[in-house]
């Protein structure tokens, strides 16, 4: 985009990259489309898998725990098909424990790096959060104009090449992908006969899992742990 100077782009976390995409949105700009808040936003990213077969770029400056769940499920999904994945989270982002490993899955690399904003790039789709936020969340908006398209991917990759690898940061080591599954059953309050269940495996592995996970967040209980990994210590 005319005016965006790229050095100065990627050392303010994609500031101005950020700003120009708003300033078009409040302006009324027609190459920007509103998707919505909430499930709206929800129910166009889960579509997105089915039309993107090259790369799939994010940042996430201030990312939840629920969110970038779906966003791992999805994820490994399109490291299944191909697809060139890879993640910017923000310094913020580290005190959800689980993070780390999460943008640690083989194939989608994920960094760190202060962050003015959130984009996903899937393709030549992107989608990038406003700055008005109401009760159902901050509003999303789409557009797949070329030259905006073009500005994300330059402040993605700058972004990236200066960003510092998840694993060189992480406060914890990074988990395992079946105690990252134990560790979301848990979350979600799972029983260890449901995590069992859910994962197709026996009772004592469990109970030697979710000992693992407890132990790795240094929590006194299960109980604990879930606040901890919740990015909480309530």
């Keep these: 985009m005319a005016g965006v100077d790229e050095g100065r782009t990627t050392r303010s976390g994609g500031a101005a990259f950020f700003d120009e995409v708003h ?3 409040a302006a009324g ?3 920007f489309h509103l998707i919505g808040t909430g499930a709206a936003t929800t129910e166009h990213v889960n579509r997105l898998p089915e039309v993107t077969h090259r790369r799939v770029w994010s940042t996430s400056d201030n990312p939840s725990i629920g969110s970038m769940r779906r966003g791992h499920r999805m994820t490994a999904d399109a ?5 060139d994945c890879r993640g910017l989270i923000s310094p913020a982002g580290l005190r959800v424990r689980l993070l780390p490993s999460m943008y640690h899955l083989e194939g989608a690399p994920g960094r760190v790096t202060p962050l003015a904003g959130a984009l996903l790039l899937a393709d030549d789709v992107l989608l990038v959060r406003g700055r008005r936020a109401g009760p159902q969340g901050p509003d999303y908006w789409r557009t797949e104009d070329a030259e905006v398209v073009r500005a994300a991917a330059e402040t993605f990759l700058g972004l990236w090449e200066r ?7 992480a406060l914890l080591p990074l988990l395992d992908a079946r105690s990252l599954e134990v560790a979301f059953a848990m979350m979600d309050g799972d029983t260890d006969a449901e995590i069992a269940a859910r994962l197709g495996i026996g009772a004592r ?5 979710v000992r693992r996970v407890v132990d790795w967040c240094g929590a006194r209980n299960r109980t604990h742990a879930v606040a901890l990994m919740a990015g909480s210590d309530a």
């Design 29 to 31: 700009d027609r190459a």
């Design 163 to 169: 960003a510092t690898p998840v694993e060189d940061v």
């Design 79 to 83: 490291v299944a098909q191909g697809v």
């Design 205 to 209: 592995t469990v109970q030697v899992a």
């Design 23 to 25: 300033g078009r949105i």
